[in-house]
């Protein structure tokens, strides 16, 4: 019996493996974002505010409630179009509710385009191929599998032969009402990122944008969404039958009206920042590796520059950070220069990729020894921060990404400071000089690090010590704290097959 099992799921595997190809001939039509913005009500708003000429208008978006109410505010009051490029959208409550704002839209008439990177769709065909059916939305999937869609173990065995191209992925996040105002930055779509999840949610970072930054952000999705890398959903995935709208999310139409920028955008007032600002993006060849990263011009050499140029200080917030040996030397030439720098992580006991956390780890003692500021996330994090909403009882975990270089530039966008960012998937940000935009990123970091996360120091052996940093009552750790000797071993052995370029 046991043999005969393992025959077939051979046989299932040398199928999957050897007949199955992506479509050669597929029908798309090419489309481009709204020409005249100024011709719908968003574009007029942002007209009326515009704070200066070549300036965009900027606002953080911290609190997870409020990231998707907006998102579903730009929904519900686009007049012709809504572009939305995500890594992942989740099957989770809050994907079920946004997704159904976009139908409300596309029923008023406005073209909805939807790109979606195919890493994990596993099992969602049904779901994209529905909301795909309305004849005002299109459904793209970026780099798909072609095959065995049904489950992520297929999908692989589907794609043996191919493992260079599905190894590149698509990890921007963007979202796009009229041509007018965007919103991008670290968060999916999902529960986790609006901090809806019971068990763990993220600490995260997105901007609503609006003014000369919106087009140049509407041009990397028309890039992606044209490239040939982009697939329709019904081209790769088999028919199925529709799935019904659950009448629950009916309750919720109203459901982005409580946001400050509902409010702001009915009054015709826009309460931003205005500032310089560009838009940083890889483009849709990174993925397919047609372009090597040292040839083509990518994020990470732009973010390379940028901690370069710095004077005083760089603060790094990424939730995977994995410098390198060129990382580490960049960092030494800047604190020999006189630069403090500020890094904040995830810890052990805090991040959702241990393997990735391990290729951090053995950085640690030489970036402490250099005497940049190293801090980690704890998993609780303390009272200090209504500005990321309350996290309850659940676990914390950083995914936002963002740097500061001498409080007067900053970044915000989807990369990580680690190896796969820089050279295996796309990523796209925003540069702002501001000073006030710099303050208000800062501040969030204080508001962590104040009762939210470990400092990491060296003893007098050169080992390194945690500190929870409250005052009065302080702990230390000499072993990554609240994790078990199990995890810790685990990680030490499984560390010889991460090599850093696959975390």
Same mark, same amino acid.
């Given at each position: 019996?046991?043999?005969?099992?393992?025959?077939?799921?051979?046989?299932?595997?040398?199928?999957?493996?050897?007949?199955?190809?992506?479509?050669?001939?597929?029908?798309?039509?090419?489309?481009?974002?709204?020409?005249?913005?100024?011709?719908?009500?968003?574009?007029?708003?942002?007209?009326?505010?515009?704070?200066?000429?070549?300036?965009?208008?900027?606002?953080?978006?911290?609190?997870?409630?409020?990231?998707?109410?907006?998102?579903?505010?730009?929904?519900?009051?686009?007049?012709?179009?809504?572009?939305?490029?995500?890594?992942?959208?989740?099957?989770?409550?809050?994907?079920?509710?946004?997704?159904?704002?976009?139908?409300?839209?596309?029923?008023?008439?406005?073209?909805?385009?939807?790109?979606?990177?195919?890493?994990?769709?596993?099992?969602?065909?049904?779901?994209?191929?529905?909301?795909?059916?309305?004849?005002?939305?299109?459904?793209?999937?970026?780099?798909?599998?072609?095959?065995?869609?049904?489950?992520?173990?297929?999908?692989?065995?589907?794609?043996?032969?191919?493992?260079?191209?599905?190894?590149?992925?698509?990890?921007?996040?963007?979202?796009?009402?009229?041509?007018?105002?965007?919103?991008?930055?670290?968060?999916?779509?999902?529960?986790?990122?609006?901090?809806?999840?019971?068990?763990?949610?993220?600490?995260?970072?997105?901007?609503?944008?609006?003014?000369?930054?919106?087009?140049?952000?509407?041009?990397?999705?028309?890039?992606?969404?044209?490239?040939?890398?982009?697939?329709?959903? /019904? *081209?790769?995935? !088999? &028919?199925?039958?529709?799935? @019904?709208? #659950?009448?629950?999310?009916?309750?919720?139409?109203?459901? $982005?009206?409580?946001?400050?920028?509902?409010?702001?955008?009915?009054?015709?007032?826009?309460?931003?920042?205005?500032?310089?600002?560009?838009?940083?993006?890889?483009?849709?060849?990174?993925?397919?590796?047609?372009?090597?990263?040292?040839?083509?011009?990518?994020?990470?050499?732009?973010?390379?520059?940028?901690?370069?140029?710095?004077?005083?200080?760089?603060?790094?917030?990424?939730?995977?950070?994995?410098?390198?040996?060129?990382?580490?030397?960049?960092?030494?030439?800047?604190?020999?220069?006189?630069?403090?720098?500020?890094?904040?992580?995830?810890?052990? /006991? *805090?991040?959702? !990729? &241990?393997?990735?956390?391990? @290729?951090? #780890?053995?950085?640690?003692?030489?970036?402490?020894?250099? $005497?940049?500021?190293?801090?980690?996330?704890?998993?609780?994090?303390?009272?200090?921060?209504?500005?990321?909403?309350?996290?309850?009882?659940?676990?914390?975990?950083?995914?936002?990404?963002?740097?500061?270089?001498?409080?007067?530039?900053?970044?915000?966008?989807?990369?990580?400071?680690?190896?796969?960012?820089?050279?295996?998937?796309?990523?796209?940000?925003?540069?702002?000089?501001?000073?006030?935009?710099?303050?208000?990123?800062?501040?969030?970091?204080?508001?962590?690090?104040?009762?939210?996360?470990?400092?990491?120091?060296?003893?007098?052996?050169?080992?390194?010590?945690?500190? !929870?940093?409250?005052?009065?009552?302080?702990?230390?750790?000499?072993?990554?704290?609240?994790?078990?000797?199990?995890?810790?071993?685990?990680?030490?052995?499984?560390?010889?097959?991460?090599?850093?370029?696959?975390?």
């Amino acid at each position: 019996m046991r043999k005969s099992w393992i025959g077939a799921v051979a046989s299932v595997a040398f199928i999957l493996a050897g007949c199955v190809g992506l479509p050669k001939h597929v029908d798309k039509h090419s489309s481009v974002s709204l020409l005249r913005p100024d011709t719908t009500v968003l574009g007029q708003i942002v007209e009326r505010n515009d704070g200066g000429r070549n300036l965009s208008g900027i606002r953080l978006l911290s609190s997870g409630d409020e990231a998707l109410a907006s998102l579903i505010a730009l929904a519900d009051r686009a007049q012709r179009t809504l572009d939305i490029q995500y890594y992942l959208i989740h099957q989770d409550d809050s994907s079920r509710l946004l997704l159904h704002h976009l139908r409300l839209a596309a029923e008023r008439g406005v073209r909805v385009r939807v790109l979606v990177d195919d890493l994990n769709t596993a099992g969602e065909d049904r779901r994209f191929m529905h909301l795909g059916e309305h004849a005002n939305i299109e459904v793209r999937v970026f780099n798909p599998f072609p095959g065995g869609r049904f489950a992520t173990w297929t999908r692989f065995l589907a794609s043996a032969s191919d493992i260079p191209r599905i190894n590149h992925r698509m990890h921007n996040k963007l979202f796009v009402a009229d041509n007018a105002i965007a919103i991008t930055g670290g968060r999916n779509i999902g529960d986790q990122y609006f901090t809806r999840d019971p068990h763990a949610n993220f600490i995260d970072l997105d901007v609503v944008a609006a003014g000369t930054i919106v087009p140049q952000l509407s041009a990397t999705f028309d890039e992606f969404w044209n490239s040939k890398y982009a697939y329709p959903i /019904a *081209s790769v995935a !088999s &028919p199925v039958q529709a799935e @019904g709208v #659950s009448t629950a999310l009916e309750e919720n139409a109203a459901a $982005g009206d409580a946001s400050w920028l509902a409010h702001e955008l009915d009054a015709g007032d826009l309460q931003l920042t205005w500032v310089p600002a560009t838009v940083l993006a890889d483009g849709p060849a990174k993925i397919a590796s047609d372009v090597a990263p040292n040839v083509e011009v990518t994020i990470a050499n732009n973010i390379a520059a940028l901690m370069r140029s710095a004077q005083q200080e760089v603060i790094v917030i990424s939730p995977y950070f994995v410098p390198g040996d060129e990382g580490v030397a960049l960092m030494r030439d800047l604190v020999g220069r006189g630069v403090h720098i500020r890094i904040l992580t995830n810890s052990l /006991a *805090s991040t959702d !990729s &241990p393997l990735v956390h391990n @290729g951090y #780890s053995r950085y640690r003692v030489a970036l402490l020894k250099l $005497g940049v500021e190293l801090s980690e996330v704890r998993p609780k994090l303390g009272q200090k921060r209504p500005r990321f909403h309350p996290f309850r009882s659940s676990n914390a975990s950083l995914h936002a990404k963002a740097l500061v270089i001498d409080q007067k530039t900053v970044f915000i966008g989807s990369m990580n400071m680690d190896a796969r960012s820089a050279r295996t998937n796309s990523e796209m940000g925003l540069v702002m000089r501001s000073t006030e935009i710099a303050r208000q990123v800062t501040s969030l970091l204080d508001d962590i690090s104040a009762d939210g996360s470990y400092r990491l120091q060296l003893d007098r052996n050169g080992r390194i010590v945690w500190s !929870s940093g409250e005052l009065g009552a302080e702990q230390q750790w000499h072993t990554d704290p609240e994790t078990t000797r199990l995890q810790r071993f685990s990680l030490k052995i499984l560390a010889p097959f991460a090599p850093e370029e696959l975390l």
